[in-house]
């Protein structure tokens, strides 16, 4: 039992097609995936710096604040910085 050589080859050969890429098309899916990783490392780098910008005044406010210090526990003030996010 199993699959039959010949259905094999074809399911393997049928992504092949008969048109060659030329050089330019080449370069063109080259530079593509060059810039998606670009916009992937900067996207990633951009998320990095808001969380930072945003939860570090968050967490001084919830801790320093005497209001918030002595009237919300530490999980209210988790939730709080968790939300700013």
Known sequence: ??????LRDAWTNRNRSLLIASPIEDEK???????????????AKAAAIASVASAVPTLIVCRTVPWAKANLNYTA???IISAGK
Do not use: F, K, N
């Open 1 to 6: 039992m199993g699959i039959p050589s010949e």
């Open 29 to 43: 899916i080259l530079r593509s995936r060059q810039c998606t990783q670009e916009g992937v490392r900067a996207g």
């Open 77 to 79: 003030q988790a939730l």
